[in-house]
């Protein structure tokens, strides 16, 4: 199966980047190499880094973006540990860097990697499969407490007292072992009148998700980090699918922008805290009609950009 992934809010994305010919760029969620190859395209001697954890995904994208040769170099790894990656390159400074959240097309309709609740397959949901952790080892072996807190505020569920103390009973019996069968769970415990819209499994499945890969974790670690790495003028563009994610960039970049913690009565500053640049991005911008008509699944996307303050 090839891995197919519709780049959300390419243009804008290559837009707000204002790549330079010869700038470094990276992109920390790789994926099919979409976002990569419009800026690659642009470079003249400048470089990129693609950094992913799927393994599917650096073969994917490696073969895209052959064509540019030694001007792109691929690094499997979360992009948690970019900084780190980056040093052993020698790279300290970068113009510009991407993160595309969503979870691929390719991922979702993969049967087999457990991320949708579409198709019957082992409860597995691991972006990188180096990993021991899946979705089936916190479905059966987290507590009534944690499932419920997890589904409740990772999925925004509201029956999610309901559905975690359903888990608990059914795995009792034997463990769950596939999506089908937390399907059936998820739908028993939500009222039959409650599951006319859309999918009774959706916000469960999403939780368990990013529990199973720390996302949320790790978005809110990385981000000062990544502003830090900007070269004066540098733009980090975030692209993010749900409220959760998108509330960590936002207030992240405005503390970044504002991170005076002075008294609002106070004249002047005294805490000593200088802004590292400015929010691009008021209101994020979000896919237009016509992408929307392309690809549904853009519909939840969300894109903000924050630039690094220039040198004086």
């Not at 959300?8 to 330079?20: C, S």
């Not at 300290?92 to 457990?114: P, T, W």
């Not at 499945?205 to 004066?232: G, K």
């Not at 991005?281 to 979000?286: A, G, H, L, Q």
Request: some cysteine; glycine content about 8%; hydrophobic content about 35%.
């Amino acid at each position: 199966m090839e891995f197919n992934h519709y780049s959300v809010l390419l243009r804008e994305t290559i837009e707000q980047l204002h790549v330079k010919p010869d700038g470094i760029y990276v992109d920390g969620t790789l994926g099919g190499g979409g976002h990569a190859y419009e800026v690659c395209r642009r470079l003249g001697t400048g470089s990129f880094y693609g950094i992913d954890q799927d393994d599917d995904a650096i073969r994917a994208a490696g073969e895209r973006l052959k064509e540019f040769g030694d001007k792109v170099k691929i690094l499997r790894s979360n992009y948690c540990n970019m900084r780190a990656v980056l040093a052993s390159e020698g790279v300290e400074r970068v113009d510009g860097i991407v993160l595309d959240l969503g979870v691929s097309s390719y991922q979702l309709d993969r049967s087999e990697r457990g991320f949708s609740y579409r198709y019957d397959a082992p409860l597995d949901m691991r972006m990188d499969r180096r990993q021991t952790l899946t979705a089936g080892d916190i479905v059966n072996g987290y507590s009534e407490q944690e499932l419920y807190r997890i589904i409740r505020d990772y999925g925004e569920d509201k029956f999610a007292k309901n559905i975690a103390k359903h888990i608990v009973k059914n795995r009792a019996v034997k463990p769950i072992e596939t999506t089908y069968e937390l399907n059936e769970i998820i739908k028993a415990a939500i009222p039959a009148k409650m599951r006319r819209d859309g999918h009774p499994s959706k916000q469960t499945f999403q939780a368990v998700r990013i529990e199973c890969n720390r996302e949320l974790e790790v978005l809110r670690d990385s981000l000062d980090d990544f502003i830090e790495m900007l070269s004066p003028g540098g733009r980090l563009c975030v692209i993010t699918f749900h409220s959760l994610e998108d509330r960590i960039v936002k207030t992240i970049f405005k503390k970044n922008e504002n991170p005076c913690t002075c008294p609002p009565d106070f004249p002047v500053c005294v805490c000593g805290k200088v802004s590292r640049g400015s929010v691009v991005t008021r209101k994020p911008i979000v896919p237009g009609e016509e992408e929307l008509a392309e690809n549904t699944r853009s519909k939840s996307a969300k894109l903000r950009v924050f630039c690094r303050g220039v040198s004086k």
